[in-house]
């Protein structure tokens, strides 16, 4: 298939998962023409992430963050493109990185890396891999028991998961699945994680959805801003946590919540101000913004988006790669995934 | 005032320190040139190598004023038994060898024996190697300070000169307590001048109250000074109308208010007492020209040890002994072996060793002969007379009063002066339009010839009036050339003159109209004169030119001047849309507004300032424009309006806005917020291409076509209103030619030029430009946004802002919770360090920094530091259930009614205030946070310490 890079696609997409990338009809590219520097960004950051991805799939070498939770995003970064993920340019990169992650996991308890994060956004890259990446021949023939296939590794994962949320009595996550408390942004990554999971056709409990949407809420205040851990809500404005929690109700599809409207709302009156990220960096900050407004509100998104592009066009460096707190590895896949919303590729970013 | 004042040092400073290294040539046209004095043929020309040019200039000596060298950092002291004042003002240091009625044979360093005409000889005095000289001079404006901007004094033959009414110098000259002042005034037409000795540097008018004063009333000169209620006033002699000339020795003694005026040859002519109430020695002498002319020929101070000269018979030649006494009578003869003089009186003969001589007068008074030229030595050597070569490292000179040719070494030269300008030896003035050119240290009248840019030579040759020679630029330099002055600012219309045009206007147009035209604020109206639209580059460019089009990258647009078509927006600062519209004029504040980035808009400010036809503004950001309408973002938002609404687009650059936070510390005398991190990957550890350069570096990048830096670049500003800035190639034909960044080939004639800039003169000129003033700066931070890490931003300990500090702390007595009607009285805690800690229940931050600040407290609590908690506003009930559910312990007051909050102006919470056992605020903390707790225990040890101290 030719690059789809042109067009974005509309609100046509099909909600039901799970969807292969190949098979969407042609009359689907319904949409705005992509910004040329949109794209000139985009395929920049691409070679970056290509050229620095080690034999093994991960970005050892750009340094910073590691994981299968970092290689993960840098997965999603490539079916995020348009590329066909078996044939294109990107598709040894693909499996690389699928392998990679894959290869992170227990195979005893299902459990990636070596925090919950990790274990969020390695399940969150599979199943946005999951039904588009043909799997037939991700592995070497007849090497090792551990060589699972995508769709074992995410249902792996989503029990995990599960087991972790069922030991916790605040019904969300931690740094460690033996965690007894939870914070907002850890939480965040798993819960989105599983949503992505349910929606490429894994089974994930509603009780577990509806548990951890349940922690959001009261992690939320009035004002829609959205508490870290524990403690009284609402001290502080963490852009971040803010987008996170706009958008687990929106995938979560729990826009009916007052919680919803209010963290939106707190976003959307905001759109031009920088913010506090309150929560990580910047890139973190932006990774979940770009995500929570298209989710909200598609106007007051294409207002972001138009900040985002001018300022990730002052920052990217000449190697294509972003700097930031995390490394230039993570730090890029997170600059690059806040501006994949302009492709609209990843069935996470449907509406 | 101050920091105009300031402002003048500084360039003071500065042309003192540019010029320092090199001696700098003086015309007689009024233009100076640092360089080397070279080797010429003739001694008609003086061969100046200018630092700033390539090749030596040959300039009439007639042309020439004079040459000053550097002042050495301490002034070489003159070696010699004696001092021999001669002829014409010529003073020579060295030993006597021998004497005779013909002449006296004299060693002096750097010449050897000479022989010197008797008659030429005034006086001799013992010198003992300078132990008493203080000072020396003048060597022209050198030591003296003008306050003026405009210099009213110039150097007249190495001698301060000026015909500049009110105009003054003024020195420190290091004038001892006791001192011996000889001065020398001279005027060409008519005296009225003030010589104050003993100034202070202030430029307070009571100081030259207080001074030592020789003043011109009517037609006599004056002695006077004015100490507290003393006051004393005494008659110098009289002055006729006319040209004429002073010359007085004064011995002042400050300490005991006293001053005797002689004259030079010993008669007392003036004496004043003042009883001063406090002994001051004011080390400074200050010369203000009233009305008429003036200059200082002569200056001496010496050391004066309190005992006033004795009577003399002032016209006789006589000799002073070192005891005092006088013996008058000829010197006949010196005996170099037995150190004796021969003095003849009435034929008696008496010998006397000249150990006991002081000073002898030799001479009379005569009139002198006219000198060509005078040579001035740092150590006070001065010889005039005819110059008869200029060598690599010497001159030649020949002296009336010196039998012997001198060579004389260039080294330790303080001056050389022309005395006569004979008007014969001028040079032939070459075609070329006259101008002058202004560098660093430079003024040269002259005018431009035909050159071509080198690598190391400018195309701009500059031939100076006088000299036979021409030079080119070294490239790389920075100057303007000014044909043509620039028109002095208009002076603002008095409010007189604006009602009368009020008055005027009402009659067709209406009050209001008037009114906003006479506050130049109104809409906007072309002008019917100028028929041009303009094009504002951010080097200083104007350029006519019709807007086509403005896209991503920039401008397109039609001129008539070349054929070039576009410009990127970063050197854009202003496009005119109508004609003969001038730059905006809006009331401070207004402007100030309207230029003002809000805090939520710091990364992304807008661009562009849009002007409509009927004086509107819009901010935003501009996505393109064709001829029928632009497009602009507001807000985020695209919006559309019709080309023909717009008059005029203002751009407004980014890395300005930078610059503009560094300007409102100036300004608004506030300090200025961080500059946002526009660093949008968080740890500043992005380097893409762009930012490697820091924001003023880009600027000038952006400023100043520096493509080339060492090649020479101008800026043409005709007289048509047009600037250009180019890289000059050729000049040929009375026409510069080169090439423009923006315009590509470019050319124009020097007859349409009134200036010319040159080099980095462009950038500073285009700073000034009323369009470059339109910038934007930052609001205002918050102040709790600036006191990060709890370091306020201007680096003093935290808790000292609030200006309740240092102050007494109010009395207040407050009903205590639970505490069944008992009050607590701050009054009553007097000898304890008291704690106020003002907090709500439902204030978050409060409840946070309560059990630290507890915590703190409780480690004083032996040391007599008491906590008080003071409630806002709240009911008993709700207090006690919150501090139940936070386990906290302290002694609560009720501010039932915000009275007490008020008083300790507490107006956001938590606000913790530290009162010292005297009752006095020491520490006021507002906000709480992590940090309170570390600032307090600090506050608190600070002031246990304090009381161990005191013990």
């Known amino acids: 298939m030719t690059r789809l890079g042109i067009l974005v696609l509309g609100y046509l997409l099909s909600v039901s998962a799970p969807l292969i990338a190949v098979a969407q009809p042609p009359n689907a590219r319904v949409g705005e023409i992509i910004p040329r520097d949109v794209r000139e960004m985009y395929d920049r950051g691409l070679q970056y992430l290509a050229t620095t991805q080690s034999e093994n799939g991960d970005w050892v070498k750009s340094g910073g963050q590691q994981g299968p939770g970092v290689t993960g995003l840098g997965l999603m970064v490539f079916l995020a493109s348009g590329e066909d993920p078996n044939f294109g340019l990107y598709s040894n990169h693909v499996r690389k990185a699928a392998r990679n992650v894959i290869a992170g996991q227990s195979a005893s308890t299902g459990f990636f890396g070596s925090s919950m994060y990790d274990h969020g956004f390695a399940m969150l890259g599979l199943a946005e891999a999951y039904g588009a990446v043909d799997d037939r021949s991700l592995w070497p023939e007849g090497k090792g028991k551990d060589q699972r296939l995508i769709g074992a590794a995410l249902e792996l994962a989503v029990r995990a998961a599960i087991t972790s949320q069922k030991k916790n009595s605040t019904g969300a996550w931690r740094y460690s699945p033996d965690s007894t408390d939870a914070d907002t942004s850890v939480a965040g990554s798993v819960l989105v994680g599983l949503l992505a999971a349910r929606n490429a056709g894994i089974e994930v409990p509603d009780e577990s959805i509806d548990k951890a949407v349940s922690y959001f809420t009261k992690m939320t205040a009035a004002s829609g801003q959205v508490a870290y851990s524990g403690g009284l809500g609402g001290f502080d404005e963490s852009m971040a946590r803010i987008s996170i929690g706009t958008l687990v109700y929106a995938i979560g599809r729990r826009k009916d919540l007052p919680q919803y409207k209010a963290t939106l709302g707190y976003l959307t009156q905001r759109v031009e101000q920088p913010g506090s990220p309150g929560h990580g960096g910047v890139e973190y900050q932006r990774y979940y913004q770009a995500q929570a407004l298209f989710q909200g509100d598609v106007e007051a998104w294409q207002k972001w988006n138009k900040l985002l592009i001018r300022q990730l066009k002052s920052t990217q460096q000449a190697d294509g790669s972003f700097n930031g707190s995390y490394g230039a590895g993570l730090s890029t896949s997170m600059s690059l995934l806040a501006l994949a919303l302009n492709y609209r590729f990843l069935p996470i970013y449907e509406r | 005032m101050k920091s105009v004042s300031l402002l003048i040092a500084l360039i003071l400073a500065c042309s003192v320190a540019s010029s320092a290294d090199n001696p700098v040539l003086h015309l007689s046209d009024g233009g100076f040139v640092p360089g080397e004095l070279m080797k010429s043929a003739t001694p008609e020309v003086v061969r100046w190598q200018a630092t700033a040019f390539t090749q030596p200039f040959e300039f009439s000596r007639g042309a020439i004023s004079a040459v000053h060298y550097p002042r050495a950092t301490e002034t070489p002291k003159p070696v010699g038994e004696y001092c021999f004042e001669l002829a014409a003002g010529d003073v020579l240091f060295g030993d006597l060898i021998n004497l005779t009625n013909d002449h006296a044979e004299l060693d002096v360093a750097r010449l050897g024996r000479i022989h010197v005409q008797r008659e030429h000889i005034r006086r001799m005095y013992r010198w003992g190697s300078g132990a008493d000289l203080v000072y020396l001079g003048p060597n022209g404006l050198v030591g003296w300070n003008e306050p003026a901007t405009i210099k009213q004094w110039?150097?007249?033959?190495?001698?301060?000169?000026?015909?500049?009414?009110?105009?003054?110098?003024?020195?420190?000259?290091?004038?001892?307590?006791?001192?011996?002042?000889?001065?020398?005034?001279?005027?060409?037409?008519?005296?009225?001048?003030?010589?104050?000795?003993?100034?202070?540097?202030?430029?307070?008018?009571?100081?030259?109250?207080?001074?030592?004063?020789?003043?011109?009333?009517?037609?006599?000169?004056?002695?006077?000074?004015?100490?507290?209620?003393?006051?004393?006033?005494?008659?110098?002699?009289?002055?006729?109308?006319?040209?004429?000339?002073?010359?007085?020795?004064?011995?002042?003694?400050?300490?005991?208010?006293?001053?005797?005026?002689?004259?030079?040859?010993?008669?007392?002519?003036?004496?004043?007492?003042?009883?001063?109430?406090?002994?001051?020695?004011?080390?400074?002498?200050?010369?203000?020209?009233?009305?008429?002319?003036?200059?200082?020929?002569?200056?001496?101070?010496?050391?004066?040890?309190?005992?006033?000269?004795?009577?003399?018979?002032?016209?006789?030649?006589?000799?002073?002994?070192?005891?005092?006494?006088?013996?008058?009578?000829?010197?006949?003869?010196?005996?170099?072996?037995?150190?004796?003089?021969?003095?003849?009186?009435?034929?008696?003969?008496?010998?006397?060793?000249?150990?006991?001589?002081?000073?002898?007068?030799?001479?009379?008074?005569?009139?002198?002969?006219?000198?060509?030229?005078?040579?001035?030595?740092?150590?006070?050597?001065?010889?005039?007379?005819?110059?008869?070569?200029?060598?690599?490292?010497?001159?030649?000179?020949?002296?009336?009063?010196?039998?012997?040719?001198?060579?004389?070494?260039?080294?330790?030269?303080?001056?050389?002066?022309?005395?006569?300008?004979?008007?014969?030896?001028?040079?032939?003035?070459?075609?070329?339009?006259?101008?002058?050119?202004?560098?660093?240290?430079?003024?040269?009248?002259?005018?431009?010839?035909?050159?071509?840019?080198?690598?190391?030579?400018?195309?701009?040759?500059?031939?100076?009036?006088?000299?036979?020679?021409?030079?080119?630029?070294?490239?790389?330099?920075?100057?303007?050339?000014?044909?043509?002055?620039?028109?002095?600012?208009?002076?603002?219309?008095?409010?007189?003159?604006?009602?009368?045009?009020?008055?005027?206007?009402?009659?067709?147009?209406?009050?209001?109209?008037?009114?906003?035209?006479?506050?130049?604020?109104?809409?906007?109206?072309?002008?019917?004169?100028?028929g041009r639209r303009l094009m504002h580059l951010r080097s200083g460019d104007t350029i006519p030119c019709d807007l086509t089009q403005i896209n991503e990258e920039g401008v397109t647009f039609r001129t008539s001047m070349s054929d070039a078509t576009f410009v990127a927006h970063e050197k854009v600062k202003a496009i005119e849309l109508l004609t003969g519209l001038s730059v905006p004029k809006l009331n401070k504040l207004k402007q100030q507004r309207l230029l003002t980035l809000p805090r939520m808009q710091k990364d992304s400010p807008p661009t562009h300032l849009v002007r409509s036809k009927d004086g509107d503004f819009l901010r935003g950001r501009i996505l393109d424009m064709d001829d029928k309408r632009l497009t602009i973002e507001i807000r985020l938002e695209a919006k559309e309006i019709p080309r023909d609404r717009i008059a005029q687009i203002i751009w407004l650059h980014p890395d300005e806005l930078k610059n503009a936070v560094d300007?409102?510390?100036?300004?608004?005398?506030?300090?200025?917020?961080?500059?946002?991190?526009?660093?949008?990957?968080?740890?500043?550890?992005?380097?893409?291409?762009?930012?490697?350069?820091?924001?003023?570096?880009?600027?000038?990048?952006?400023?100043?076509?520096?493509?080339?830096?060492?090649?020479?670049?101008?800026?043409?500003?005709?007289?048509?209103?047009?600037?250009?800035?180019?890289?000059?190639?050729?000049?040929?034909?009375?026409?510069?030619?080169?090439?423009?960044?923006?315009?590509?080939?470019?050319?124009?004639?020097?007859?349409?030029?009134?200036?010319?800039?040159?080099?980095?003169?462009?950038?500073?000129?285009?700073?000034?430009?009323?369009?470059?003033?339109?910038?934007?700066?930052?609001?205002i931070e918050p102040k709790i946004a600036q006191d990060v890490d709890g370091q306020s931003p201007d680096g003093r300990s935290p808790g000292l802002d609030s200006p309740l500090v240092g102050k007494p702390a109010p009395d207040f007595e407050l009903p205590l919770l639970g505490g069944n009607g008992k009050k607590f009285h701050l009054a009553d805690s007097k000898g304890h360090i008291v704690v106020l800690d003002f907090w709500a229940t439902w204030c978050g931050p409060c409840l946070q920094t309560m059990p630290l600040v507890e915590k703190v407290i409780h480690e004083f609590a032996d040391q007599g530091v008491q906590l008080v908690g003071v409630n806002l506003e709240e009911q008993a009930k709700q207090i006690t259930s919150t501090m139940e559910r936070h386990k906290l312990q302290l002694t609560v007051a009720m501010d039932q009614d915000g009275v007490v909050a008020g008083k300790y102006e507490a107006n956001a919470i938590p606000q913790t205030v530290v009162i010292d056992r005297e009752g006095k605020i020491v520490r006021l903390f507002v906000g709480g946070g992590p940090h309170l707790a570390e600032q307090l225990r600090e506050a608190l040890r600070e002031l246990l310490d304090a009381d161990k101290t005191a013990q």
């Open chain 2, 663 to 779: 300007d409102s510390t100036n300004e608004l005398g506030v300090v200025s917020p961080p500059v946002s991190s526009s660093n949008e990957t968080g740890d500043g550890s992005s380097k893409s291409a762009s930012e490697d350069s820091s924001p003023k570096d880009r600027t000038a990048d952006a400023v100043s076509l520096a493509k080339n830096p060492t090649a020479t670049r101008v800026q043409a500003l005709r007289s048509d209103g047009i600037r250009l800035t180019f890289f000059p190639e050729i000049l040929a034909d009375k026409t510069l030619s080169g090439k423009s960044d923006v315009l590509g080939a470019c050319r124009t004639e020097l007859a349409q030029v009134d200036q010319l800039l040159i080099g980095r003169e462009i950038e500073k000129a285009a700073a000034s430009l009323a369009y470059t003033k339109w910038k934007l700066h930052h609001a």
């Open chain 2, 154 to 530: 110039h150097d007249e033959g190495g001698q301060p000169q000026t015909d500049k009414e009110g105009s003054y110098i003024r020195g420190d000259f290091g004038i001892p307590a006791q001192a011996v002042i000889e001065f020398e005034l001279f005027w060409k037409t008519k005296p009225d001048f003030v010589m104050a000795l003993g100034v202070d540097d202030s430029e307070d008018e009571a100081t030259l109250k207080r001074a030592y004063r020789f003043e011109i009333w009517d037609n006599e000169l004056v002695l006077r000074c004015e100490l507290g209620r003393e006051a004393d006033v005494d008659t110098v002699q009289s002055i006729a109308s006319g040209s004429g000339r002073v010359h007085l020795v004064a011995y002042l003694d400050q300490e005991k208010g006293r001053m005797l005026v002689y004259s030079p040859n010993g008669k007392q002519l003036s004496e004043i007492n003042v009883k001063p109430r406090k002994v001051q020695t004011h080390p400074g002498i200050r010369l203000t020209n009233r009305k008429g002319d003036v200059r200082l020929e002569r200056l001496r101070i010496t050391r004066w040890d309190g005992v006033p000269p004795r009577e003399v018979q002032p016209d006789k030649v006589r000799l002073h002994r070192t005891d005092g006494s006088i013996v008058y009578g000829q010197v006949t003869g010196f005996d170099a072996q037995s150190k004796q003089f021969t003095v003849t009186d009435d034929k008696q003969e008496t010998k006397f060793d000249a150990a006991q001589l002081a000073s002898a007068f030799l001479s009379p008074p005569s009139e002198d002969k006219p000198r060509a030229f005078r040579v001035v030595y740092q150590d006070g050597t001065r010889l005039s007379g005819e110059l008869t070569e200029i060598g690599d490292a010497h001159l030649r000179l020949t002296s009336l009063s010196i039998r012997e040719p001198m060579t004389l070494p260039v080294a330790a030269l303080q001056s050389l002066v022309v005395l006569t300008h004979d008007s014969d030896s001028s040079v032939e003035t070459p075609d070329g339009r006259s101008g002058k050119l202004h560098m660093g240290g430079v003024l040269l009248h002259g005018r431009l010839m035909n050159g071509r840019e080198t690598s190391d030579a400018s195309c701009l040759v500059w031939n100076p009036d006088n000299s036979s020679t021409a030079s080119p630029l070294r490239v790389g330099t920075t100057g303007r050339i000014v044909y043509r002055e620039p028109p002095p600012p208009q002076p603002k219309p008095t409010a007189q003159q604006i009602q009368a045009q009020q008055m005027q206007q009402q009659h067709g147009g209406g009050f209001a109209n008037a009114f906003l035209k006479a506050l130049a604020n109104g809409p906007v109206q072309p002008a019917a004169a100028g």
